[in-house]
């Protein structure tokens, strides 16, 4: 049901990628015509997907009928997974820089591996989890843009009389960064509603954790899916690969909150910045209640629930840099841009009366 819903979400979006690019309103570039070999790349990426529904059910069918795992099977699975994490590195043969464009190949990429992984449930929280991602991102952006544009402006400059020389100089100061003010970019404050940007991150990160296992209790996981790719016990190499399929949520979540960062015209890293300040709190108040006395299970408990609290700092600050390689070069359209555009306004504002009095003072 997972792979089925997988393949769905990507030939829908090579029908209507067009429309979704155009329609979305980021105001970036509008999607070109000339993108065959990204296409390509794309209905290659949901070939992989069908290939690996296939294969997993014809081992699943094979080791339930005590017949061991065939050898093409475990080739091709193998196959499957090295590919699914490599073709995408073929679209910088021809790049798509638009931010959707960018998620779905990340969700497309990750999609095999949960397919050939799963049990039951995997496959279709993988595909819920990143619906809830996408949505969540456009919802903070949509209410972002809305609280801005009914916010009040500012007052309008008022102009006063100056100077001839302290106008030139003015205008000359004004002309000499000109060429240095499209380097510099107008990052926005952080206010109260990216707490709970950051809030809201936080539970979907428990949410990751959670809902596909706790990664504290690997050796209690079914080995009945990573025997599709390892049918001999190897505690290491079944472990890495559970381990593998844990990380994927938190490697999607990281690029969701990496692009709504800068849709929002946040500082870099800033929403991540929130993130670890919240996870502070939490581990003070651990720090807290930690005890020395009692039963050896509530020491014991107390304590690493401590530990586990400081390594989450730790690990927020490894998923704001799986974001940056995730999101790298991305366009965002006007998130950022009018965030800039509303800084140069002010300068621009401020230019013009500067030169509007030195034309008055001259006259």
Same mark, same amino acid.
């Given at each position: 049901?997972?792979?089925?819903?997988?393949?769905?979400?990507?030939?829908?979006?090579?029908?209507?990628?067009?429309?979704?690019?155009?329609?979305?309103?980021?105001?970036?570039?509008?999607?070109?015509?000339?993108?065959?070999?990204?296409?390509?790349?794309?209905?290659?990426?949901?070939?992989?997907?069908?290939?690996?529904?296939?294969?997993?059910?014809?081992?699943?069918?094979?080791?339930?009928?005590?017949?061991? !795992?065939?050898?093409?099977?475990?080739?091709?699975?193998?196959?499957?997974? /090295? *590919? =699914?994490? %490599?073709?995408?590195? &073929?679209? $910088?043969?021809?790049?798509?820089?638009?931010?959707?464009?960018?998620?779905?190949?990340?969700?497309?990429?990750?999609?095999?591996?949960?397919?050939?992984?799963?049990?039951?449930?995997?496959?279709?929280?993988?595909?819920?989890?990143?619906?809830?991602?996408?949505?969540?991102?456009?919802?903070?952006?949509?209410?972002?843009?809305?609280?801005?544009?009914?916010?009040?402006?500012?007052?309008?400059?008022?102009?006063?009389?100056?100077?001839?020389?302290?106008?030139?100089?003015?205008?000359?100061?004004?002309?000499?960064?000109?060429?240095?003010?499209?380097?510099?970019?107008?990052?926005?404050?952080?206010?109260?509603?990216?707490?709970?940007?950051?809030?809201?991150? !936080?539970?979907?990160?428990?949410?990751?954790?959670?809902?596909?296992?706790? /990664? *504290? =209790?690997? %050796?209690?996981?079914? &080995?009945? $899916?990573?025997?599709?790719?390892?049918?001999?016990?190897?505690?290491?190499?079944?472990?890495?690969?559970?381990?593998?399929?844990?990380?994927?949520?938190?490697?999607?979540?990281?690029?969701?909150?990496?692009?709504?960062?800068?849709?929002?015209?946040?500082?870099?890293?800033?929403?991540?910045?929130?993130?670890?300040?919240?996870?502070?709190?939490?581990?003070?108040?651990?720090?807290?209640?930690?005890?020395?006395?009692?039963?050896?299970?509530?020491?014991?408990?107390?304590?690493?629930?401590?530990?586990?609290?400081?390594?989450?700092?730790?690990?927020?600050?490894?998923?704001?840099?799986?974001?940056?390689?995730?999101?790298?070069?991305?366009?965002?359209?006007?998130?950022?841009?009018?965030?800039?555009?509303?800084?140069?306004?002010?300068? /621009? *504002?401020?230019?013009?009366?500067?030169?509007?009095?030195?034309?008055?003072?001259?006259?």
């Amino acid at each position: 049901m997972g792979g089925f819903l997988m393949v769905c979400v990507g030939v829908l979006y090579l029908v209507f990628e067009d429309s979704l690019l155009s329609i979305d309103g980021t105001g970036g570039k509008p999607p070109s015509r000339n993108n065959g070999l990204s296409r390509a790349i794309l209905g290659l990426q949901i070939g992989l997907i069908v290939l690996a529904t296939i294969v997993t059910r014809s081992s699943i069918l094979s080791l339930q009928a005590k017949r061991g !795992l065939p050898k093409g099977n475990q080739v091709l699975g193998w196959a499957i997974l /090295v *590919a =699914s994490l %490599s073709v995408p590195f &073929l679209h $910088s043969l021809q790049p798509n820089q638009h931010y959707l464009h960018r998620l779905v190949v990340i969700f497309l990429t990750f999609s095999p591996v949960f397919v050939i992984l799963t049990i039951s449930y995997e496959g279709l929280f993988y595909f819920i989890f990143c619906i809830c991602l996408v949505t969540w991102g456009r919802l903070e952006h949509h209410i972002y843009t809305f609280t801005t544009s009914h916010r009040a402006l500012p007052p309008s400059p008022k102009l006063r009389p100056k100077s001839f020389d302290s106008a030139l100089s003015s205008i000359s100061t004004q002309l000499a960064s000109s060429d240095e003010g499209h380097e510099v970019q107008h990052y926005r404050a952080i206010n109260l509603s990216d707490v709970r940007i950051a809030l809201f991150f !936080l539970f979907l990160l428990q949410a990751a954790f959670f809902l596909t296992g706790n /990664v *504290a =209790s690997v %050796s209690s996981f079914s &080995l009945e $899916s990573v025997y599709r790719l390892i049918p001999v016990f190897d505690p290491f190499s079944q472990g890495a690969l559970l381990i593998v399929k844990l990380m994927i949520p938190f490697a999607v979540i990281s690029a969701n909150l990496g692009i709504l960062n800068r849709r929002l015209g946040v500082a870099p890293s800033s929403l991540f910045m929130v993130v670890m300040a919240i996870s502070d709190v939490m581990t003070l108040n651990f720090f807290w209640v930690v005890r020395d006395e009692g039963s050896w299970l509530e020491i014991g408990t107390s304590i690493s629930h401590f530990i586990i609290a400081s390594v989450f700092c730790v690990f927020v600050a490894l998923l704001e840099f799986v974001s940056e390689v995730f999101v790298s070069g991305v366009d965002v359209g006007d998130g950022r841009k009018g965030t800039q555009d509303s800084g140069s306004n002010g300068v /621009v *504002a401020e230019g013009t009366v500067e030169k509007a009095n030195g034309k008055v003072k001259d006259h």
